[in-house]
């Protein structure tokens, strides 16, 4: 399975971006899929999960993250909101052990 991450870009403080990341097989509809990101010097942190009927979102990104998912066409999405700079990293997605490449967000004035 090939996941394909797309979105991140350079983005002042207070605004927002909306990840998408596609798959190539309807793997969604089975597994549970969740973003990740990490940005330099740290390890990787989680962020969201999907499990369908159920989300998470981890507490650092509560109240301004969003996931939403389009079975149809095989994309989850991440909506970020007021992003903050903290909120700089490479973001990746995850579904049964396979992993995008990764797409950069990166918030700064």
């Known amino acids: 399975v090939q996941l394909v991450e797309a979105g991140g870009a350079l983005v002042q403080p207070g605004g927002s971006l909306r990840l998408s990341c596609v798959a190539d097989?309807?793997?969604?509809?089975?597994?549970?899929m969740a973003w990740y990101r990490q940005s330099l010097g740290h390890e990787r942190e989680w962020v969201a999960t999907s499990r369908g009927t159920v989300d998470e979102i981890a507490d650092s990104v509560q109240g301004r993250f969003t996931i939403s998912r389009d079975d149809a066409r095989n994309t989850i999405f991440l909506q970020m909101n007021d992003l903050k700079p903290e909120d700089t990293a490479i973001y990746f997605c995850t579904s049964k052990d396979n992993w995008g490449p990764g797409t950069q967000v990166t918030v700064s004035s």
């Open positions: 097989e309807p793997i969604f509809k089975t597994f549970p």
